[in-house]
């Protein structure tokens, strides 16, 4: 088992930052944050494997950074630039498993049996 807990979310402005964290009980080989808009499908943001390799959905790409720290078990994901459209519930999900593609991850969050209960985050324009 492993237990997940996001926090740092907010509203903001556009062109605003925030940035979510995500204390895990332990680490594993994928970790990553979804996201969910109200009536949309929950799609991923970023991952990262167990070499510290990233995928980012191109959305994304150049103005939010995954990363972990190991020693304090946490998950990071830096936004900067935000978007009204980057308006949902952030969470972050954990897999003990590695993948053939973490692009196609992205958009697979069945793969993902761990998940945390989630973080508002709102960006006005």
């Known amino acids: 088992q492993v237990q997940l807990v996001e926090s740092g979310g907010g509203s903001v402005q556009a062109g605003g930052s925030l940035k979510l964290a995500c204390a895990a009980s332990r680490m594993t080989s994928t970790m990553a944050w979804f996201r969910q808009a109200p009536e949309k499908e929950r799609e991923g943001v970023a991952n990262?494997?167990?070499?510290?390799?990233?995928t980012y959905r191109d959305s994304v790409k150049g103005r939010f950074t995954i990363s972990l720290d190991r020693a304090k078990n946490t998950l990071y994901l830096e936004m900067n630039s935000l978007k009204p459209e980057d308006t949902g519930m952030y969470y972050c999900a954990a897999s003990v498993s590695g993948f053939a593609s973490y692009s196609a991850l992205l958009s697979q969050p069945h793969f993902f049996p761990y998940w945390g209960q989630g973080t508002q985050v709102t960006v006005s324009s």
């Open positions: 990262i494997d167990a070499r510290g390799q990233t």
